[in-house]
């Protein structure tokens, strides 16, 4: 079955900000949009293979949890590079980013406390011998990231 461009835009542009919290979500998009169910799926899931799209899941609240959250930053030297990629993978690490910068690595911490916070960057600074500087939340501002296709 062939869909049509504009009925795939719309089911995107839907599912940035309206995701159904549903038993079975794909079968209510297959309605709203009268695409068929298996389309949907094949649909998105080609998307992710070719990585147009990341993934289809929950943003939490980390602050209503209690988790504490900080934005991290360091000056990597370019032929060590790939210890971004290894504190990337780090369980605490939210988001990760290269930047053409003094301080070229940034990335997010998430933990259950100030002093967990602490023990990461500090474990981070003793592993690879690079400062970690940290930038605190001041005041919480939430930008709705929503991609009009």
């Not at 049509?4 to 209510?28: A, G, I, R, T, W």
């Not at 370019?78 to 301080?103: G, N």
Request: charged residues 35%; aromatic residues 10%; contains cysteine.
């Amino acid at each position: 079955m062939l869909i049509k461009e504009e009925k795939l835009k719309s089911l995107l542009n839907f599912l940035q900000d309206n995701f159904p919290l549903v038993p079975e979500p794909y079968k209510l998009l297959a309605e709203k949009f009268e695409i068929d169910e298996e389309e949907i799926l094949k649909f998105l899931k080609d998307l992710k293979k070719r990585k147009i799209i990341r993934h289809i899941g929950a943003t939490v609240d980390s602050y209503k949890l209690g988790y504490v959250t900080c934005l991290c930053a360091m000056n990597i030297p370019e032929d060590k590079i790939e210890i971004a990629y290894k504190i990337a993978k780090m369980p605490e690490i939210t988001h990760a980013y290269l930047r053409e910068h003094k301080l070229n690595f940034w990335f997010t911490v998430v933990t259950k406390s100030e002093d967990d916070l602490n023990k990461i960057c500090n474990f981070v600074e003793n592993t690879f011998h690079l400062k970690v500087r940290k930038f605190p939340m001041i005041k919480k501002l939430k930008v709705k990231a929503v991609f009009e296709i």
